[in-house]
């Protein structure tokens, strides 16, 4: 399996643009995860799928923060209009978690965003 | 709300000598506990984790972590460092809201040669 893949691995846009980060979770996974990484505030979670139904999205910061998931292997996570306080690593994680809530998230390499 | 803390930031160690990366967590469900490790420029990846078994956990790369319910703890430890486990740590846990994870804050591991 080719694992988690998010694009793209490196944005660099200007305040105000709309930015739009992509996730294509591990086939077969029904938990979809959003993060996002800063040196302040560490690894927080911004929201999170279960078979493409959001179920929690109390981490998502703002209204300029939107996320979707249309079908099973296909996530977006939008900012609009972006500001440099956005600036941060954002990992998309799956998991298998059918009735066992150990299971593990696989997350992805992660998309670097920068905002000027 | 569940909570993990991972204590020191910062850890440095000589090659070949005792990792001990110290982590805690306050609940008052018996939770799932996960260590994830992540190199620069990369996802995290699971290093070993935690299910109500055992309660020493063997992972990957020669790491293992005991829970201790009464310490509210799972340390992470190897007994001699590599030079290739210089990477920052996360501990993490579940079971409280179902497939939601809580981090710690991570600690980086630098290993001196």
């Known amino acids: 399996d080719a694992g988690v893949i998010q694009s793209p691995r490196h944005e660099v846009t200007e305040m105000g643009q709309e930015v739009t980060l992509r996730c294509k979770p591990i086939s077969g996974h029904d938990y979809l995860f959003w993060y996002r990484q800063t040196m302040m505030r560490g690894l927080e979670l911004l929201i999170y799928f279960n078979n493409n139904v959001p179920i929690d999205d109390s981490g998502m910061p703002e209204d300029r923060f939107s996320a979707k998931m249309p079908n099973a292997s296909f996530s977006t996570l939008k900012i609009q209009p972006s500001e440099p306080r956005d600036s941060a690593v954002y990992f998309c994680a799956s998991s298998f978690t059918s009735v066992n809530p150990t299971d593990t998230q696989y997350f992805g390499p992660g998309t670097r965003l920068t905002v000027l | 709300a569940q909570s993990v803390t991972q204590l020191g930031s910062h850890v440095s160690v000589s090659e070949g000598a005792l990792v001990l990366l110290r982590c805690n967590y306050s609940s008052s469900v018996p939770p799932y506990l996960f260590w994830y490790v992540q190199y620069p420029n990369q996802g995290l990846q699971l290093l070993l984790k935690?299910?109500?078994?055992?309660?020493l956990v063997k992972g990957i790369n020669g790491f293992e972590a005991e829970f201790k319910k009464s310490e509210t703890s799972f340390h992470l430890t190897k007994p001699s460092a590599h030079m290739s486990d210089a990477a920052e740590y996360f501990c993490s846990a579940g079971g409280t809201s179902y497939g939601k994870l809580t981090f710690g804050q991570g600690t980086i591991l630098t290993v001196h040669p």
């Open positions: 935690y299910t109500s078994a055992a309660t």
